[in-house]
């Protein structure tokens, strides 16, 4: 007899989200029907107002959607809110500056009552794991913008949830931080081996990062295209200059180019 198949991390079926405005109302979300599988990387990327944002927040019970079903690790999504299922790593990195970096990364151990031994055991093993050890002690003001990143996604990280989820976290960087910090997350993503759900505009940065990518059309937001992308586990910043690379991200450009229109 076959062993069944693990549940979806993630499972959304017929999604709609309408939001309810002083001029009209306006479909956020339409039919969007989305399953992701434990230990993917799945990116969201389309033009601005496409919902990218908004179906990650309906995924951490930030939104409530109008119809349709979505399970997160087999619960509604206020189920794995309220079980800390999973991390969220916001666009800015949201670190208290009155706290130092060790301080912001034990916040959410703070808040689940973790021992205070075991809060520092997280911390100094989270903030080893993102490669700023020895900078516990400093403050937010005293990192760089790619360092107080690295520092959320340790926050995000320290309770070990199975989910993680970014919205744009490297949206704001200079080119030459975010493709180091683009090879640091699959490092990161590959010793975890936790579920990434990412949010970017970047082209290349999803190819580089995703098992999948997800090309959505603009509003009212809807999954155009699902895209493999099968590189491998190894990925070089080189790897963008072959031929398989560039073909996927020429795909995932004809798929953005074909889900919506400026006119």
Request: hydrophobic share 45%.
């Amino acid at each position: 007899m076959s062993a069944l198949a693990p549940s979806p991390v993630i499972s959304a079926s017929a999604l709609n989200l309408i939001f309810q405005t002083g001029d009209a109302p306006v479909q956020a979300l339409k039919d969007i029907d989305l399953t992701v599988s434990r230990g993917e990387f799945v990116s969201f990327i389309g033009p601005s107002g496409c919902g990218k944002t908004t179906l990650l927040r309906v995924i951490a019970d930030l939104e409530t959607p109008t119809s349709g079903t979505i399970s997160v690790n087999g619960m509604t999504p206020d189920e794995a809110r309220r079980a800390r299922a999973y991390g969220y790593v916001f666009q800015a990195a949201a670190l208290y500056p009155w706290r130092t970096i060790e301080k912001n990364v034990a916040l959410p151990l703070e808040v689940m009552d973790y021992p205070r031994a075991q809060q520092r055991e997280r911390v100094a093993a989270f903030l080893d794991l993102v490669g700023l050890s020895g900078f516990g002690r400093k403050y937010p003001w005293q990192l760089s913008g790619g360092m107080q990143q690295r520092a959320s996604i340790a926050r995000a990280l320290a309770f070990d949830p199975d989910l993680l989820l970014m919205d744009e976290p490297f949206g704001a960087l200079d080119e030459i931080v975010r493709d180091h910090l683009n090879a640091e997350l699959l490092k990161l993503w590959a010793k975890t081996k936790k579920t990434v759900i990412f949010v970017t505009h970047s082209i290349p940065e999803a190819v580089f990062l995703s098992t999948r990518i997800v090309v959505m059309s603009p509003r009212p937001g809807r999954i155009h295209e699902i895209i493999d992308c099968d590189l491998g586990p190894d990925r070089p910043l080189e790897i963008r200059e072959t031929p398989e690379f560039l073909a996927i991200a020429h795909r995932v450009r004809e798929g953005l180019r074909a889900g919506h229109s400026y006119e």
